[in-house]
């Protein structure tokens, strides 16, 4: 999953970065409010964490420009607990938002909620066949038994089981899993998923020749 976070204050960008990489998310980053549109509008993100206060264009301008284009899920982050902001929150299309300071366990809580929200799942485990996968502790198990998988395997997996029945391509599988600061070779991909395989039977990720893989609903 990849997330773009908007925030002007460095030492909070920073740390909220650190922490969602650290939960295993994909991080894409701006400071402005000009660039974190931007980004939002160019890339597919599955989240993005907005601040309210920002220059150039504060985040109530930064989540019209984005709902006039996509529906990507917009979690805000305000200064001010006041039944105006959430109103004027809601109204323009934020789809959950926190008031600062606030607690990062409830940030990561909150970001898969509405992941999943936005895929249609609003329980916290999927089950494929025999593999169920807690998307809350990023674990899986088949029949019972846990299979260990990398953090990248983990990612591949439950982004095809959230959109399980879609072929999603390559390139989308890039853009969701992989952020700006990472280099990648195109081969990786293929790497992950054959040991996805090995470790969980050949058969759970389908490659669709030329347009990607998929997990069957
Ligand atoms: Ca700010």
Redesign the pocket.
């Given at each position: 999953m990849r997330i773009l976070v908007v925030?002007?204050?460095p030492r909070l960008l920073r740390n909220l970065a650190k922490s969602l990489r650290e939960a295993g998310y994909a991080v894409d980053t701006a400071e402005t409010g000009d660039d974190g549109l931007f980004k939002a509008l160019t890339y597919d993100y599955d989240a993005v964490v907005l601040?309210v206060?920002?220059p150039e264009l504060d985040g109530w301008q930064v989540l019209e420009g984005l709902r006039a284009a996509k529906r990507t899920p917009v979690l805000m982050l305000t200064a001010r607990d006041t039944t105006r902001d959430r109103v004027r929150g809601l109204d323009t299309g934020a789809d959950d938002y926190l008031v600062k300071p606030f607690d990062l366990a409830e940030l990561l809580a909150r970001l898969r909620a509405l992941i999943r929200r936005a895929s249609g799942h609003g329980r916290s485990t999927i089950e494929i066949r025999d593999v169920v996968i807690d998307t809350r502790a990023r674990t899986v198990q088949q029949s019972g038994n846990p299979v260990s998988l990398t953090a990248r395997e983990y990612a591949i997996l439950e982004y095809l089981a959230l959109h399980r029945g879609e072929v999603v391509t390559r390139t989308a599988l890039y853009e969701h899993l992989f952020d700006e600061s990472e280099d990648t070779l195109s081969n990786l991909l293929d790497v992950h998923v054959f040991s996805i395989r090995r470790k969980l039977g050949a058969d759970l990720i389908a490659t669709r020749r030329g347009q990607g893989y998929c997990i069957e609903s």
């Open positions: 925030e002007d204050e601040d206060m920002l």
